[in-house]
């Protein structure tokens, strides 16, 4: 279900009820049951990238044995370069969708990371707790500010893009419309950000089956060795960890 089938859902509720009303006059309060419906639909489809109920979101590919992991809300002082010595340990790639205001302070790990082989995304410059209700404008100078940060610090100006929060909406349609990012969600997320045991986060991460994409967090405490034996697990199910470019068929970079 997205937008647009919700919208025609609406819309077929609020004919229904005019025939209904021509015959019978029924109440007023039957038409709250459409609005109810958009709202629920709309405020739901926000929150569930998932969903892709705004704008079509790459959330997972087709792979028997393939899966694929992303990093959000880095780089972090403390705990981004203990992941990427954990990547490089098991000599696999990954995604890390950066911030740019944290690339911007820390520079030096978001380089590391591109030369290591990992590929560096855009997860805006800011990653306001408002950032659902910027408008399309807005958006666009965020994203641009981010991108023209990593591009001066690797030299490359990301493609791939992660709302923050998953949040999605019609001004951010329109951004991307004018500002072509590839946008990516997940297909499994460990909620590492709620809790960061070890033993929770692998009990989830025991569900990765082929064409997942996974979502972590480089700025939670501990992830590395949550990580360390996540990959482990892999290679015993034999799992292949793959870069997103590769498997998508989509520069990284323009």
Known sequence: MNFKRTS?????????LN???????ISGWWYVIPGVVLFGMTGIGSFRIGMSFYFDVINRFKSKNQIVLTFDDGPDEKTTRKVLEVLKKHDVKAVFFCIGSKAEQFPEITRSAYNDGHIIANHSYCHSDFFGFFSSKKIIADLQKCNTIIRGIIGESPRFFRPPFGVTNPNMKRALKKYPLVPVGWSLRTLDTVNSEPEILMEKLKK???????????RVENIDKVLDEFLFFCKQQHLEIARLDEVLNIPAYE
Do not use: P
């Open 19 to 25: 025939v209904m009303n021509i015959f019978f006059h």
């Open 8 to 16: 025609v859902v609406f819309l077929m509720l609020i004919m229904f």
């Open 208 to 218: 990765t089956k082929g064409g997942d994409i996974i979502l972590f967090h480089d």
